[in-house]
């Protein structure tokens, strides 16, 4: 009992010393304020007809204003940048999720233009599957990646079986189904490949007429004469 009594004395002491202390900082903190607005009233007394008091609530006024303009301009000025939140890092965050050209060719001459539709096609495959796949959450960045790949080589395979006269360079869900079922591939869900097949379908619009050439020369193994 007596420890439990000195627990809480010592507790109340504490509390009270708190109190005094914020006490005497509200009081040096209006003793400022105030002297230092009586010596502006003391000043502007010496070069305008004010007297003491008038100076004074002038210069508390002035005080006042000068202190809500400072405030204003601390609030609305930007805070300090942080690492990893500038849009140039964000960028090369963005490219960094990119699959590496590494992963498809290690020189340049090695760059054909196989292996650069793997690229392009593989890294929409991947960005749409990262944005819409449901079942991406239970899988690394690796792996997703090669998901990708694989997905991207079966769509070659459907491009390099077209007749060299071939104007329609689309690729199906069903195709990819049929090329990775030939690659040894396990089954994909539909809606993966349908995801695949789309983010093929518009890339391919954009290199339509590479890809038809290459189609029609069958020159997969070209060196791709791409900036």
């Given at each position: ?14 509390n009270m010393l708190l ?52 405030r204003r301009i601390i ?153």
């Amino acid at each position: 009992m007596r420890c439990i009594v000195r627990v809480r004395g010592e507790a109340i002491v504490r509390n009270m010393l708190l109190l005094m202390l914020f006490v005497v900082l509200i009081l040096i903190s209006f003793a400022l304020i105030v002297g230092i607005s009586v010596g502006i009233g003391w000043a502007l007394t010496r070069v305008l007809p004010f007297s003491l008091f008038q100076g004074t609530a002038v210069g508390m006024l002035a005080a006042l204003a000068t202190w809500m303009i400072w405030r204003r301009i601390i609030e609305s000025s930007p805070g300090p940048v942080i690492a990893g939140e500038t849009g140039d890092e964000d960028e090369e965050e963005e490219e960094e999720r990119e699959i590496p050209e590494s992963k498809f060719w290690n020189r340049k001459g090695e760059r054909t233009w196989e292996n650069w539709f793997r690229y392009v096609l593989a890294n929409a495959i991947y960005d749409e599957l990262d944005d819409s796949w449901d079942g991406v959450e239970d899988m690394d960045e690796r792996t997703l990646q090669e998901q990708a790949i694989r997905l991207a080589d079966a769509a070659l395979e459907g491009l390099k079986r077209k007749p060299v006269y071939t104007r329609r360079v689309r690729i199906a869900p069903d195709t990819l189904k049929h090329e990775l079922t030939r690659m040894g591939q396990f089954p994909y869900p539909q809606k993966v490949l349908k995801m695949a097949a789309d983010a093929v379908s518009a890339e391919l619009m954009e290199w339509g007429d590479e890809v038809r050439e290459v189609i029609s020369e069958r020159s997969w193994g070209e060196p791709a004469d791409v900036i």
